[in-house]
């Protein structure tokens, strides 16, 4: 049912290597990502998924130029469509946001702007990128929020936030990422603070969009089961660094990584009948001195004595699958096996 | 805004209006003390204090003295001076007007110093300005108003002779003496109050600034121009504007010391005056023209913030 | 919170600084009469106006009082007012906040509206008002100091009482029958007693500030005894002979409600290091 290719060989549309990002603290420099590399192709989606802390966010903003300050880019290129981003003046690069990629954020209640209406908060993005008249934007405008599914948008864009519900907000937000024809949107946990029955039509929102506009998807989410339901590609982080990288289909069949692993075992749908969920016990360290070592380690049940000694090396498995782990290739991990939630991935 | 909003915020304040009436009649009327005694001081007879009483109906039940009085104010006589033999009314309305601009003045200056200066620290968090700007503000709190005014007198009246040391000109008699008169007074008094504008706008600005919707914007690539100074500040403004109206008050605490150093003939002057000599139908005069300016201050404000932000009004 | 705030005089120079001269000023103030090098209110003709010196360090005054004694005893009032407009305000203030806050109903009503109607008063203004019938005095400032500075001390203690009061141990006492007066002494007035010290810190500042305000207008305490208001009040008509009398009596003020305001930050940040935007 996916007649978009899976690999993205050729030129992708976007392409982040070796990304480092740098947060300064009182107790030395905090490595928040560490040495990602990432690549969307034009018209896919590709999901990051990781535990809060594990660096996915920060990697997005990166990649858009959102990064606050203390926290810095310290090592790596991001290139768009070709070009190096970090060498724009800081001028091109606002030009670029909003128009070119543009950001979906998980919080659609604090994301909007409370003391203005939700179509003024458009229009001002639309004003930046353009050079329409306020008529033609006004048009613009209504036409963007039929477009994400918002009935009566003339009522709507003259509603204030607050005025709204958490679903209608959200497509507000869409609306707004889409209003210039970016090719690339990011969407960090994009349905996590809604309910069930809006999650799914916000992400039939994102996947029409991506359809029959040939937008490109990059899905931040704790939830793989929304990856599930959408991506084609998936990476895993964990403490900053991409642990595996693999098809939807490779992760939940045959996961390579004990992180993926882990993390499919604590999901709702992952497991027979009564067994208990799995928790993965611990939590994310912070990495402020990278010493050579595995930063799962301490948390993983297939942990060795190299594991603690030594980086683990990155073994890459047929096209597109690999893992940061020592024994990829030896384990068998358990994936996924509910079919239910991998419908529409697998083949 | 709902026209509803508006008849709550009118009612509150005829509420807060009525309170105060009691308060000043209660002032005057309840705490122990003869006030015909007082007024008369040592050298006045029983007899003389017995006619003055009667004069005055204090010989009347509670009450009944309440409603006359608030009757009688709410047509606008508030009694007679004692020693000014003028109506209170007309003493009042002489002065009433320098005392507003005066404070308006002050209130000006106080915005137009704190507002550049609360964003330059804000959006330079931590820098040596910022630390400067934090200083001046804890300098400015901690400063007595009439402290600072006679310290700018001392320079700039009498040692550099480029201001007149004090007394007052009307604006219409002329506009240049007028401003050359008021200068000192409106930078003492606005000092403080700009100290306090700068804490509040500082503080909500940084938390405005951390907030998402900032993100948001910036990530649809608007200028930061734009951002910081309609999405940020109209944020941040909400507890500036709150500030301001609050502090109103302090502006007319101030405003008593400051026209008391400045010999402006305003109602803080006249009102220090009354107290000195006792002279309570004043006293109550002034208080009661206090209380209003300061309420109907506060209402302004009130309808300000629901201006600015819509959700005040609807809640 | 005493230990945080112990932990915070340790980094904080400016706090421990505050915290020193705080409590230099109130030794002061108790031991003036030996420190005093002279009475304050003796006057000697002869050494009128004289410019800070070794005999008199800051120099004397129109009466030839020598100033630096006037500032010591100044201080000794500035005490007293302080001291007794915050213990009472704060007395007064604690005890209807927590009554409104935890009874909440009718209770609560009459006094936040009595509140209101008091915070309509500009401080100064309902302050005057007071001493218009009880005439100047030592006594009179601090009742009318106390009347003007409680209304928002009891706002603060109640807000903090409804806020605690919703806590879920604080709802588990009730339900296991604890009884009130001793819910609100066991869970309520710790959780609220950080708020007072913060508001208590500012009282006193405000209550120093407005004892010289009135002083200085001729309605606080009255000449010639030594306030920190009189000192500048008097220095003004002198001020082109002698201009160290006002400076020194308004730096002097400044000092005080500096360290007390910067007490009072220290304070705030020791109950809640997230709470402050830096």
Known sequence: MRLIPISAATDPLLEVRDLQVRIPTRRGDLLAVDGVDLTVGAGEIVGVVGESGSGKTLTAYAIMGLLSAPAVISRGVIRFRGQDLQALAAEERGRMRGSAMSMVFQEPLTALNPVFPVGTQIRDVIRRHTNLSDRSIRGRILELLDHVGIAGPERVAAAYPFELSGGMRQRILIAMAIACGPSLVIADEPTTALDTTIQAQILELLRRLVRDDGISLLLISHDFGIVADLCQRVYVMYAGQVVEHATAGQLFDRPRHPYTSALLGCMPAARDGDAPLDTIEGTVPTVIDPKALCRFADRCGYAQARCTEQSPPRQTFGVVQDALCFRAAELTLPGLVTPSLTDGVLP | MGVLYLAKRLGWMLFILFGSTVVIFLVIHVIPGDPARAMLGPQGTPEAVETLRRELGLNDPLWQQYLIWVGRALTGNLGHSILLSKSVLELLGERVTTTLLLSLYALILAVLIALPISVMSATRRNTIGDHVGRLVVLIGLAMPSFWFGLMLMLLFSVRLGWLPVFGYVSPLDDLGQHFSHMVLPAVALGSGYAAMIMETTRNSLVDVLNQDYIRTARAGGLAERLVLWKYAMRNALIPTVTVIGIQIGYLMSGAIVIENLFAIPGIGRLMVNAVLSRDYPVVQGTMLTVVFVFAFANLCVDLLCAAIDPRTARE | ?278
């Not at chain 3, 005054?61 to 010591?72: N, P, Y």
């Open chain 3, 1 to 278: 919170m005493l230990g945080e705030f112990l932990r915070n005089l340790r980094s904080n120079r400016v706090l421990l600084a505050a915290t020193v001269g705080l409590a230099v000023f109130i030794l002061i103030a108790i031991f003036a009469p030996l420190i005093a090098p002279h009475d304050p209110n003796v006057q000697n003709l002869r050494v009128t106006l004289d410019p800070p010196s070794h005999r008199f360090w800051l120099g004397t005054d129109e009466f030839g009082r020598d100033l630096a004694s006037r500032l010591i005893f100044g201080a000794r009032n500035s005490l007293i007012v302080g001291l007794s407009v915050t213990l009472l305000s704060g007395l007064i203030g604690t005890a209807l906040g927590i009554v409104a806050g935890y009874l909440r109903g009718i209770a609560d009503t009459v006094t936040m509206r009595a509140a209101d109607v008091m915070m309509a008063f500009p401080d100064l203004v309902l302050a005057l008002g007071l001493i218009a019938v009880l005439g100047s005095g030592l006594d009179s400032t601090i009742i009318a100091l106390t009347v003007a500075l409680t209304p928002i001390f009891v706002r603060m203690v109640r807000s903090r009482v409804i806020t605690v009061r919703t806590e879920a141990y604080v709802a588990a006492a009730k339900l296991i029958g604890v009884r009130p007066p001793v819910i609100a002494a066991r869970h309520i007035m710790p959780n609220v007693l950080g708020g007072i010290v913060v508001q208590g810190a500012l009282t006193f500042a405000f209550a120093v500030l407005g004892e010289a305000s009135l002083s200085f207008v001729g309605l606080g305490v009255p000449p010639p005894a030594a306030s920190f208001g009189n000192i500048v009040a008097e220095g003004r008509d002198y001020m082109i002979q002698a201009p160290w009398i006002s400076i020194s009596g308004g730096v002097t003020i400044m000092l005080i409600v500096l360290c007390f305001l910067v007490l009072a930050d220290g304070v705030r940040d020791a109950i809640d290091p997230y709470q402050r935007g830096h």
